[in-house]
């Protein structure tokens, strides 16, 4: 089993790094120092390994449950709070990173690979329909709808932002984001409200850093409160 996290965590690097089509088994085996035939012992083609990757953390979430399971925070405060948990392992995490690229060059590959927004579509109309229940969603929204647009819009907010500006700059876009978006939602504004308690319970459990202002042309990074 070592050796074959070993290997998955690798060929994750070489996606993330160089895509699917610019990554070769030969580039794993060299990469982790290990034989082509070991590669192939744990898995039996590139295209399994890519699936593997994408399957390993980016489609199916193992950690996403107990982010937005605890019904002793409100539910819209664990989606934002959960947001946030997802745009971080996109920045940081290897094997999610490679797994958001190869869902991205799904058409080059040889393989079905999963869906990566099913579950998080299924949490985002759960904590909407949670906070519908509470009396904390604005009356107009209809969970079933709006949970998807959601998914899509923060996808694509993440990854534009990694694009075309830094990738380090993603929590701070994403605070900006729900500045706009919470009120739409909220039966009760409270947008500044909710980003606060998310940010203090980010902050303590020591899990994942503030967000960071980056200014162009720079490597340093500059914790600061979400705006």
């Known amino acids: 089993m070592a050796t074959r996290r070993a290997l998955l965590e690798t060929a994750a690097r070489l996606f993330a790094e160089r895509g699917y089509a610019g990554t070769s088994v030969n580039d ?3 990469r982790s120092g290990r034989t082509s035939g070991a590669v192939y012992f744990h898995y039996a083609s590139k295209e399994g390994i890519a699936l593997a990757v994408v399957e390993d953390a980016f489609a199916t979430w193992p950690r996403l ?3 937005y399971t605890d019904r002793s925070v409100p539910p819209l405060d664990r989606l934002v709070s959960l947001s946030f948990e997802i745009a971080h ?3 940081e995490d290897t094997v999610v990173r490679a797994g958001a ?3 991205a060059e799904r058409d080059t590959i ?3 690979l999963p869906d990566p927004f099913a579950l998080w579509t299924a949490a985002t109309t759960r904590l909407l329909t949670q906070a519908r229940a509470a009396g904390h969603l604005a009356h107009r929204v209809r969970p079933a709808v ?3 647009a959601l998914v899509r ?3 694509g907010l993440c990854t534009l932002t990694e694009a075309l500006e830094d990738r380090r700059l993603v929590a701070t876009r994403l605070a900006d984001w729900w500045h706009i978006t919470l009120p739409l939602f909220q039966h009760d504004i409270d947008s500044t409200g909710v980003l606060s308690r998310v940010q203090a319970e980010r902050t303590a459990s020591g899990t994942v850093p503030a ?3 980056v200014t162009a042309g720079t490597t340093a990074r500059h914790p600061t409160a979400v705006p």
Do not use: G
Request: no cysteine.
């Open 28 to 30: 794993m085996s060299t």
């Open 65 to 67: 449950r107990a982010r």
């Open 89 to 91: 392992a996109l920045v």
């Open 101 to 103: 690229r190869l869902w």
């Open 110 to 112: 040889d393989a079905s």
């Open 146 to 148: 709006a949970a998807p």
């Open 153 to 155: 819009a923060f996808f």
């Open 211 to 213: 967000p960071q202002r």
